[in-house]
């Protein structure tokens, strides 16, 4: 299987903000590790960030044919993108949500996703290791 791994706004600066939440790993750091996990059984992993809405609408159509899943941390973009909503709507793509932290126990504002009655699922709460299930769970 070859899955795209996106993420989305802010998380470029994974492991230099706000420390305490999403740890001291990089985004590099974390890409490799998935990379590395998806290769040990027998699958690949690519990846795709950027702070542009757009982008990653972009990102999530042109998977159509090209991607056998999606791991999607839409970050900010998760509690009100109705644009990233319909892209995700719109492919037969499975995509799987990711969270590193645990929303629900954050700000009102984070409680609300968008995006999930669109995804397959959803992974929160477990840091880095967010990724590495959602990554696990198409390999099931
Ligand atoms: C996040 C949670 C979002 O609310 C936030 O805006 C992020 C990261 C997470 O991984 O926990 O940028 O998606």
């Excluded at 996990?37 to 999530?60: K, L, P, T, V």
């Excluded at 319909?86 to 504002?109: K, T």
Aim: charged share 20%; aromatic share 10%.
């Amino acid at each position: 299987m070859k899955i795209l791994v996106i993420n989305g706004v802010n998380l470029n600066l994974t492991g230099r903000r706000e420390r305490g939440i999403y740890g001291e790993e990089t985004l590099e750091k974390i890409n490799e590790e998935l990379a590395s996990f998806a290769a040990s059984r027998g699958h690949s992993a690519e990846f795709f960030q950027s702070n542009s809405e757009g982008d990653i609408c972009g990102a999530i159509q042109s998977a159509e044919g090209n991607y056998d899943g999606i791991v999607l941390n839409a970050g900010a973009f998760t509690h009100y993108s109705y644009a990233i909503r319909d892209a995700i709507a719109a492919i037969s793509v499975p995509v799987v949500e990711v969270h590193m932290s645990n929303v629900h126990a954050r700000e009102e504002f984070r409680k609300r996703s968008v995006l999930t009655e669109v995804c397959r699922g959803e992974i929160l709460g477990f840091g880095k290791n967010s990724y590495l299930l959602a990554l696990e769970s198409f390999f099931l």
